[in-house]
Protein backbone atom coordinates (compact mmCIF):
# COMPACT_ATOMS: atom_id res chain seq x y z
CA UNK A 1 0.00 0.00 0.00
CA UNK A 2 2.71 2.45 0.74
CA UNK A 3 4.27 1.48 -2.74
CA UNK A 4 0.96 2.18 -3.79
CA UNK A 5 1.18 6.12 -2.66
CA UNK A 6 5.15 6.51 -3.97
CA UNK A 7 4.17 5.56 -7.03
CA UNK A 8 0.97 7.90 -7.32
CA UNK A 9 3.31 10.85 -6.09
CA UNK A 10 6.25 9.89 -8.51
CA UNK A 11 3.51 9.85 -11.09
CA UNK A 12 2.27 13.21 -10.10
CA UNK A 13 5.37 14.82 -10.07
CA UNK A 14 6.27 13.72 -13.10
CA UNK A 15 3.00 14.71 -14.82
CA UNK A 16 3.53 18.29 -13.40
CA UNK A 17 6.87 18.89 -14.74
CA UNK A 18 5.50 18.08 -17.98
CA UNK A 19 3.12 20.42 -18.11
CA UNK A 20 5.45 23.18 -16.52
CA UNK A 21 7.80 22.63 -18.90
CA UNK A 22 5.36 23.15 -21.65
CA UNK A 23 4.13 26.04 -20.26
CA UNK A 24 7.61 27.43 -19.91
CA UNK A 25 8.44 26.81 -23.53
CA UNK A 26 5.23 28.54 -25.14
CA UNK A 27 6.35 31.64 -22.82
CA UNK A 28 9.83 31.28 -24.42
CA UNK A 29 8.56 31.35 -28.00
CA UNK A 30 5.80 34.37 -27.36
CA UNK A 31 9.04 36.29 -25.30
CA UNK A 32 11.32 35.73 -28.71
CA UNK A 33 8.57 36.97 -31.02
CA UNK A 34 8.85 40.87 -32.10
CA UNK A 35 6.00 42.82 -30.16
CA UNK A 36 3.90 44.61 -32.89
CA UNK A 37 3.21 47.73 -31.83
CA UNK A 38 -0.03 49.90 -33.08
CA UNK A 39 0.70 52.81 -34.48
CA UNK A 40 -0.21 55.96 -33.08
CA UNK A 41 -3.31 58.06 -35.25
CA UNK A 42 -1.77 60.98 -36.28
CA UNK A 43 -3.82 64.16 -35.54
CA UNK A 44 -5.08 66.44 -38.56
CA UNK A 45 -2.83 69.26 -38.53
CA UNK A 46 -5.46 72.06 -38.26
CA UNK A 47 -5.71 75.91 -39.10
CA UNK A 48 -5.77 77.60 -36.04
CA UNK A 49 -8.25 79.63 -35.90
CA UNK A 50 -8.13 83.31 -34.27
CA UNK A 51 -11.42 83.43 -31.79
CA UNK A 52 -10.72 86.30 -29.69
CA UNK A 53 -7.38 88.49 -28.89
CA UNK A 54 -6.37 86.32 -25.75
CA UNK A 55 -3.75 84.12 -26.99
CA UNK A 56 -4.31 81.63 -23.85
CA UNK A 57 -8.28 81.29 -25.02
CA UNK A 58 -7.07 80.42 -28.55
CA UNK A 59 -5.28 77.90 -27.40
CA UNK A 60 -7.71 76.29 -25.16
CA UNK A 61 -10.47 76.95 -28.22
CA UNK A 62 -8.62 75.40 -31.01
CA UNK A 63 -7.18 72.49 -28.63
CA UNK A 64 -10.91 72.13 -27.83
CA UNK A 65 -12.01 72.66 -31.72
CA UNK A 66 -9.50 70.34 -33.05
CA UNK A 67 -9.86 67.49 -30.19
CA UNK A 68 -13.80 66.88 -31.64
CA UNK A 69 -15.01 65.02 -28.32
CA UNK A 70 -17.34 67.36 -27.17
CA UNK A 71 -19.18 66.65 -30.85
CA UNK A 72 -20.48 62.92 -29.18
CA UNK A 73 -20.61 63.94 -25.39
CA UNK A 74 -23.27 62.36 -23.79
CA UNK A 75 -23.35 59.14 -25.88
CA UNK A 76 -23.59 60.95 -29.30
CA UNK A 77 -24.73 64.04 -31.21
CA UNK A 78 -26.62 66.59 -29.85
CA UNK A 79 -29.06 68.36 -32.14
CA UNK A 80 -32.85 69.88 -32.19
CA UNK A 81 -34.53 66.24 -31.24
CA UNK A 82 -32.56 65.89 -27.54
CA UNK A 83 -33.53 69.14 -26.74
CA UNK A 84 -35.64 68.16 -23.81
CA UNK A 85 -32.46 66.31 -22.70
CA UNK A 86 -29.79 69.44 -23.18
CA UNK A 87 -32.42 71.58 -21.39
CA UNK A 88 -33.25 69.21 -18.57
CA UNK A 89 -36.71 69.76 -18.56
CA UNK A 90 -36.06 72.71 -17.19
CA UNK A 91 -39.44 74.76 -19.20
CA UNK A 92 -41.16 71.63 -19.80
CA UNK A 93 -43.53 72.63 -17.21
CA UNK A 94 -44.34 75.96 -18.18
CA UNK A 95 -45.71 74.84 -22.00
CA UNK A 96 -48.07 72.92 -20.44
CA UNK A 97 -49.77 75.43 -18.48
CA UNK A 98 -52.48 77.87 -19.21
CA UNK A 99 -50.55 80.88 -20.73
CA UNK A 100 -52.66 83.32 -18.86
CA UNK A 101 -52.03 81.77 -15.37
CA UNK A 102 -49.30 83.59 -13.97
CA UNK A 103 -45.46 82.31 -13.47
CA UNK A 104 -44.33 82.45 -10.48
CA UNK A 105 -40.83 83.74 -10.34
CA UNK A 106 -38.10 83.26 -6.90
CA UNK A 107 -38.53 85.59 -4.55
CA UNK A 108 -40.95 88.15 -6.77
CA UNK A 109 -44.77 87.96 -6.50
CA UNK A 110 -46.83 87.10 -9.25
CA UNK A 111 -48.27 90.61 -9.53
CA UNK A 112 -45.42 92.33 -11.27
CA UNK A 113 -46.40 90.32 -14.12
CA UNK A 114 -50.07 91.70 -13.76
CA UNK A 115 -49.11 95.65 -13.40
CA UNK A 116 -50.36 98.26 -16.50
CA UNK A 117 -47.26 98.78 -17.45
CA UNK A 118 -48.51 101.39 -20.88
CA UNK A 119 -48.11 104.67 -18.98
CA UNK A 120 -44.31 103.62 -18.21
CA UNK A 121 -43.69 102.91 -21.76
CA UNK A 122 -45.37 105.92 -23.29
CA UNK A 123 -43.52 108.45 -21.18
CA UNK A 124 -40.11 106.01 -21.97
CA UNK A 125 -41.55 106.96 -26.07
CA UNK A 126 -41.77 110.54 -25.06
CA UNK A 127 -38.85 111.35 -23.35
CA UNK A 128 -36.62 109.57 -26.61
CA UNK A 129 -38.59 111.49 -29.09
CA UNK A 130 -40.63 109.11 -30.54
Given at each position: ???????????????????????IKEVITELKQPIESQPTPQKKIVEKKSYTENSVLNDVLNETAQDGEWKTM???KFDSSKMNDVMGGAYGDMMNKNPNTPVSVEGQSP????????AVMKAIDKKQGK
Amino acid sequence: MKKKKTNIKTIIRQIVREEVAMAIKEVITELKQPIESQPTPQKKIVEKKSYTENSVLNDVLNETAQDGEWKTMGGGKFDSSKMNDVMGGAYGDMMNKNPNTPVSVEGQSPDFLKKDYRAVMKAIDKKQGK
